[in-house]
């Protein structure tokens, strides 16, 4: 894994917009639509984890990096918890739920890969050079 220049290069955050982008379609759908508190929970946490690389990723440094990575993580297992409730109030069908969770764990997978890369590395960050 080579350092990276923009936080737009990380696979990760590549997967979270996706992901970010589906959540965003299912829930414009009725009846998730008007589910006004589930609808905007779950977009919220979708965008925390894009927005949570990418400002991880900004501060320079490796471990401040590495910190905002786990708290992008946390926000893939309030996803996964929130497709959940979503499906349970029928506002998923088995399909699109088992894809968003794949997706969602998916993501949570390349943070996890992404965090241990940083943690073994010997790289401190931009902010160190």
Request: net charge positive; proline share 1%; charged share 30%.
């Amino acid at each position: 894994m080579g350092t990276f220049k923009a936080f737009e290069e990380i696979e990760a955050w590549k997967k979270a917009r996706e992901l970010t982008r589906q959540i965003y379609d299912v829930s414009n759908l009725r009846p998730f639509s008007k589910d006004f508190g589930l609808r905007d929970q779950i977009r919220r946490a979708a965008v925390s984890i894009m927005s949570n690389i990418a400002e991880g990723f900004e501060r320079g440094g490796t471990k401040e990096f590495s910190q905002f990575l786990s708290v992008a993580k946390g926000s893939c297992g309030e996803v996964r918890c929130q497709l959940y409730v979503a499906r349970d109030q029928g506002y998923l069908q088995d399909e699109a739920f088992e894809h968003l969770f794949s997706l969602t764990t998916e993501t949570s997978r390349m943070l996890a890969g992404l965090m241990n890369y940083l943690r073994k590395s010997k790289i401190k960050g931009t902010k160190y050079k």
